[in-house]
């Protein structure tokens, strides 16, 4: 399976960065894995919510194919456990999706257009994390989906 993560700005923690890292590393043997990092907009309080959500959904849907399977990870997403998670990328995989593109937004959420071009919308808790820790979750739940697949002890 290919995997892409769109995210809008960079990872600057230096401990994510390591971990991100870290899990890349752990996922490359299993499934091909990019990230594509859209750089902020700055709007230095001149620009609207709605006009800063809009702008970065262009650059988004920019960086989309026409075939793209696109997840969002929204707030209102569908909830799983990891095994749930796996059991989401095992159907897809039974389906014959070969490639997901999931999508971590800006702070304001996504512009109607990138939610009306999504397929699903996932949710990993009613909490909400930083964009930056939002992708080391991320990437270490899909190499968990990944350990329980190939009942590797990393789950337990």
């Known amino acids: 399976m290919k995997i892409?993560?769109?995210?809008?700005?960079?990872?600057?923690?230096?401990?994510?960065?390591?971990?991100i890292k870290e899990y890349e590393k752990r996922l490359s043997r299993f499934i091909s894995f990019s990230w594509d990092?859209?750089?902020?907009?700055s709007s230095r309080g001149k620009t609207s919510t709605i006009e800063l959500k809009e702008r970065e959904g262009d650059l988004?849907?920019?960086k989309l194919?026409?075939?793209?399977?696109?997840?969002?990870?929204?707030?209102?997403?569908?909830?799983?456990?990891?095994e749930g998670f796996y059991n989401w990328f095992e159907k897809?995989?039974?389906?014959?999706?070969?490639?997901?593109t999931f999508v971590v937004g800006g702070a304001y959420g996504f512009s109607d257009s990138v939610y009306?071009?999504?397929?699903?919308?996932?949710?990993?808790?009613?909490?909400?994390?930083?964009?930056?820790?939002?992708?080391?979750?991320?990437?270490?739940?899909?190499?968990?989906?990944?350990?329980?697949?190939?009942?590797?002890?990393?789950?337990h």
């Open 92 to 100: 897809k995989a039974l389906t014959g999706i070969s490639s997901i």
């Open 37 to 41: 990092e859209i750089p902020d907009i």
């Open 116 to 155: 009306q071009r999504s397929n699903e919308k996932i949710s990993f808790s009613k909490m909400t994390f930083s964009h930056q820790m939002i992708r080391l979750i991320l990437i270490e739940q899909i190499y968990r989906a990944y350990s329980i697949k190939h009942n590797l002890p990393y789950h």
């Open 65 to 82: 194919k026409q075939s793209d399977i696109v997840v969002l990870f929204d707030a209102k997403g569908v909830q799983y456990s990891s």
């Open 4 to 19: 892409k993560v769109i995210t809008i700005g960079k990872t600057a923690e230096k401990y994510l960065i390591t971990g």
């Open 60 to 62: 988004i849907l920019k």
